[in-house]
């Protein structure tokens, strides 16, 4: 661990930074920050008080998940009674994935539920909460997934309904609306001007409600082409706000989930060429991320985990994935051939757009926290995270670290 002031380089490496892969240039880091070089180099004029070999990695962003249900056995909906070691089980299992930040996810539940889970997903060990993501109960009976239809509910009564379903709102950041809900639209505006992230999803809108939606805050579809009707000419319904001209020029992020299962190759080549810069790669991980293929419980559900894909036991209705973020990434370079740079962007700097921080996360240029993934560059297997220039998972033996005298 780096100590107080200590100015770390990070060198025999390259660098995904602005939009490009950097070769024979040094990462500074001072404060759990990212340095500006320049400054480094002609105004302070100093050198490093212990430098990093990073054996040839390639340096990224650490990845970011806006939408993480739970793993490792962990459902963050039905844990009320170990909350916050649960949290930390799942926030120090995904580090081996070169996930540095994630949202908490919780489906549909109680409002018991919410009350007793809320307060306690504060602050983490391991990878950094960036807020809770509260995916329902205000959607479609008609497009529940794994949803539990009981739980459902409306905002009749707007911000009244919100906070007598939730409660206490103060760590949460991303709420899934369907917005053809009763009540949806005066809430949402309410919810982007209190400062939370609306997204819309497990709906069976049209385009007309969607961009209505858009117009009153929503920037963010939840898991694209899933839980949502296909795509018809005549209406193209959510699907349509990708190329909308309704919406006032508003950005639109979409949330995907590039697990194989989820959506079709060729699905997702149709999304990338469509509007790459809203694609946000989300793992939807369930309790059994991470854990062995065979039967497993999410929530009320028993589910069959068999070929990488989560299904209800008994259907071929799937219910979340259990594939991990880096290889959501290495799997749609696979099939766009759109680069290691597109492909590490989309599960970074999008998702931290999303989020408003895009200034501190999701990038490595100056000023941001040196949260930092260190990647395989032939194949973007994960070699280490680090956060606030600490490493904190490594498959090696040792962190890579040389003092200078």
């Known amino acids: 661990m780096a100590k107080n002031n200590e100015l770390v380089r990070f060198e025999n490496c390259k660098i995904l930074r602005n939009g490009a892969i950097e070769t024979d240039d040094y990462l500074y880091v001072r404060n759990g920050k990212i340095q500006d070089q320049m400054k480094l180099y002609f105004d302070e004029k100093i050198e490093p008080d212990k430098r990093i070999d990073c054996k040839g990695a390639l340096l990224s962003a650490g990845l970011l998940d806006v939408q993480v249900n739970g793993g490792f056995g962990i459902d963050f909906s039905f844990n009320e009674s170990n ?13 081996q994935f070169g996930v540095t930040g994630f949202c908490p996810t919780l489906v549909s539940s109680h409002p018991d539920t919410y009350r007793k889970v809320l307060p306690r997903m504060g602050e983490t060990t391991g990878a950094i909460n960036l807020g809770i993501h509260l995916e329902g109960p205000f959607i479609n009976a008609d497009k529940v997934g794994a949803h539990a239809k009981g739980h459902l509910r409306n905002l009749s009564r707007g911000m009244n309904s919100v906070l007598e379903t939730y409660g206490n709102l103060d760590n949460v950041k991303i709420m899934t609306i369907a917005p053809e809900v009763d009540g949806a639209l005066e809430t949402i505006k309410s919810l982007t001007q209190s400062g939370i992230v609306v997204s819309i999803g497990h709906s069976t809108a049209n385009l007309s ?19 949502m009707p296909p795509f018809h000419h005549r209406d193209p319904g959510i699907l349509g706000l990708l190329t909308s001209e309704n919406i006032c020029n508003k950005p639109i992020y979409f949330g995907l989930i590039n697990d194989g299962c989820h ?16 694609l946000v790669l989300v793992t939807d991980a369930i309790s059994a991320a991470g854990l062995e293929e065979g039967n497993h419980r999410i929530g009320d559900l028993e ?7 989560a299904y209800i036991m008994g259907t071929n209705t799937l219910c979340g994935s259990i594939l991990p973020l880096n290889k959501c990434v290495n799997l749609f370079d696979q099939f766009n051939q759109c680069g290691k740079v597109k492909a590490i962007e989309a599960a970074t ?3 931290a757009r999303v989020l408003g921080i895009s200034d501190r996360k999701g990038t490595l240029n100056a000023g941001a926290d040196a949260d930092i993934t260190f990647f395989d560059q032939q194949n973007l297997d994960v070699l280490s995270t680090w956060i606030a220039g600490s490493c904190v998972y490594s498959k090696r033996d040792d962190v890579y670290e040389i003092i200078v005298d």
């Open 303 to 309: 589910i069959n985990i068999r070929d990488n894909c």
């Open 209 to 227: 409600t969607a961009e209505e939606a858009v117009k009153n805050g929503a920037t963010l579809i939840t898991h694209l082409f899933n839980a």
């Open 263 to 278: 959506t079709d190759p060729a699905a997702v080549r149709i999304a990338y060429r469509v509007n790459y810069d809203g």
């Open 83 to 95: 909350v916050e070691e649960g949290l930390n089980m799942v926030a120090n299992g995904i580090l």
């Open 349 to 351: 700097l999008h998702p």
